[in-house]
């Protein structure tokens, strides 16, 4: 199964979830939708979600130079 939304959680109070890509198509070609919930108990609870599962859900790429 796939999951194309985005989640962006924003100052730990607004959780901003959309099907989006954050790109100039994105933003002046497509139709995209999305909702932005205030709601700081539903944003930390998604935050502290993914931050569990961080390790499966991403790769870190060796020598890229970011730490």
């Known amino acids: 199964m796939r999951n194309h939304a985005k989640f962006l959680a924003i ?3 607004f959780l901003l979830v959309t099907s989006a890509n954050f790109s100039w ?3 002046y070609g497509n139709v ?3 909702v932005l919930i205030d709601n700081p108990n539903l944003t930390e609870s998604v935050e ?3 931050h569990q599962v961080e390790d499966q859900l ?3 790429v060796p ?3 970011v730490t």
């Open 63 to 65: 020598g890229l130079g």
């Open 58 to 60: 991403y790769e870190r």
């Open 48 to 50: 502290r979600e993914i």
């Open 25 to 27: 198509s994105a933003e």
């Open 32 to 34: 995209e939708f999305g």
């Open 11 to 13: 100052d730990h109070r």
